[in-house]
C-alpha cells in the first residue's frame, strides 16, 4: 500500500541564495507511478521551475514519517492537474527526531509529582488541591517558545524539576495535546527556558503537531518573499 494519500500536504523544495524554500499543495489522486496535486501557493512566481520537464525535490507528510522524494514534473501547474511523475521506493524517510522544530507562542500546562512536605506533627501540608498519597501534583503555567513533532521549547513562570517526567498540557489551536517529557539540560539558555523532549505521545497527537508545523513553515516561508 501507498505511503502517500489522497489530502496529505506536499511541500515543493527550492533551493535559493537565502536557503531553501518551500511552496505547498495538497494531493488529490495517487497512481502506481504519478501524482496529481492542487496548485501550489504562489505557484506563478516559481512557474519557470515547474514547467513539464523539471526536475522538484519534495517533502509529504504520511504516517510512516516525512518522506523525501524526487520528482519529474509531467503537467505544470497552468494545467487543471498539476502531475508529477515519482519513484516511491526511492523515497527517503526523515528520522522524527529532525523534524524541523517552527516558532509558536502558545499556553502549556507542566504537571508533576513531588513528596509534600510536612511539618513538626507529620501532618500534609497542602501546596495544592489535588494530593495523591504521599505525592502532590504541581502545575506551573508556561508558555511554548517552539514546538516539533519530537518535542518542544518553553518559558515557565517558575523553576521545573529536571529529574522528574512531566505532563504537558499544550493547547495547539482548537485541540488540547498531552505528552510526557523530560527536560534536556542545555546551557545556553536564560533562566526558565526548557528543552523537552517528547518520551510519551499519541501517533495522532504527533501527526497534528507535525501537520501544523507544516503550515507554519510555509506561512514562514511566503513572509520571506
Known amino acids: ?44 512566481n516559481h512557474l519557470d521551475l515547474l514547467q513539464e520537464g523539471e526536475e522538484l525535490k519534495t517533502k509529504v507528510f504520511t504516517r510512516s514519517g516525512v518522506l523525501l522524494y524526487t520528482a519529474l514534473v509531467l503537467t505544470s501547474p497552468e494545467n487543471d492537474d498539476f502531475t508529477l511523475e515519482y519513484n516511491e521506493e526511492a523515497a527517503k524517510v526523515m528520522q522524527r527526531r529532525v523534524y524541523t522544530r517552527v516558532p509558536m507562542e502558545t499556553i502549556v500546562d507542566c504537571e508533576y509529582d513531588q513528596l509534600a512536605n510536612k511539618d513538626e506533627n507529620d ?63 542545555k546551557t545556553n539558555l536564560p533562566p526558565l527556558q526548557y528543552g523537552v523532549k517528547f518520551t510519551k505521545i499519541k501517533e495522532e497527537d504527533k501527526d497534528r503537531i507535525i501537520k501544523v508545523c507544516f503550515k507554519i513553515e510555509g506561512i514562514l516561508n511566503r513572509k520571506q518573499d
Open 123 to 185: 501532618k500534609m501540608v497542602k501546596f495544592s488541591t489535588q494530593i495523591n498519597c504521599e505525592f502532590e501534583k504541581f502545575i506551573v503555567e508556561a508558555e511554548t517558545i517552539d514546538i516539533g513533532g519530537g518535542g518542544l521549547k518553553i518559558e515557565s513562570k517558575q523553576k521545573l524539576p529536571f529529574d522528574k517526567t512531566i505532563t504537558f498540557k499544550i493547547n495547539l489551536f482548537d485541540d488540547i495535546i498531552i505528552a510526557q517529557g523530560v527536560l534536556v539540560p
Open 1 to 44: 500500500m501507498s505511503n502517500l494519500q489522497p489530502n496529505q500536504q506536499l511541500n515543493i523544495l527550492f533551493d535559493t541564495p537565502a536557503g531553501e524554500k518551500a511552496i505547498s499543495c495538497y494531493i488529490k489522486h495517487v497512481y502506481p507511478d504519478r501524482i496529481t496535486l492542487t496548485q501550489p501557493q504562489d505557484w506563478e
